[in-house]
Nanobody, 127 residues
Framework: QVQLVESGGGLVQAGGSLRLSCAAS??????????MAWFRQSPGQERETAAV????????YYADFVKGRFTISKDNAKNIVYLQMNSLTPEDTAVYYC??????????????????WGQGTQVTVSS
């Protein structure tokens, strides 16, 4: 059974930073074969892609609304994907989910393209 477990969410003031982590585990899960993504979803809104890193780790994709502020990285030795979030604004308030897509690229794919999902972690940015 594959598990993705997010952590690092919380309450932060506007302009602050948070680092989200997503730890992957599973007897048959080879982390290095998976593209990893961070999605986010606000109440009443559709789930949207924030950032993606390709399975090789060599390519990344960022949504325009996070470009220059967020950085996604992947540690294949630890089976963890990170999302460093800087210069946070109240508009970044959402539940953040990590997802895995086998041999995926770094592109803005739909949620249905992903094979596994975490349970989400709440990020709240106060003004």
């Amino acid at each position: 059974q594959v598990q993705l477990v997010e952590s690092g969410g919380g309450l932060v003031q506007a302009g602050g930073s948070l680092r989200l982590s997503c730890a992957a585990s599973g007897r048959t899960f080879t982390f290095s074969r998976y593209a990893m993504a961070w999605f986010r979803q606000s109440p009443g809104q559709e789930r949207e892609t924030a950032a993606v890193i390709s399975w090789s780790g060599g390519n990344t994709y960022y949504a325009d609304f996070v470009k220059g502020r967020f950085t996604i990285s992947k540690d294949n030795a630890k089976n963890i994907v990170y999302l460093q979030m800087n210069s946070l604004t109240p508009e970044d308030t959402a539940v953040y989910y990590c997802a895995a897509n086998m041999y995926g690229g770094a592109r803005n794919g739909p949620p249905s393209a992903y094979d596994y999902w975490g349970q989400g972690t709440q990020v709240t940015v106060s003004s």
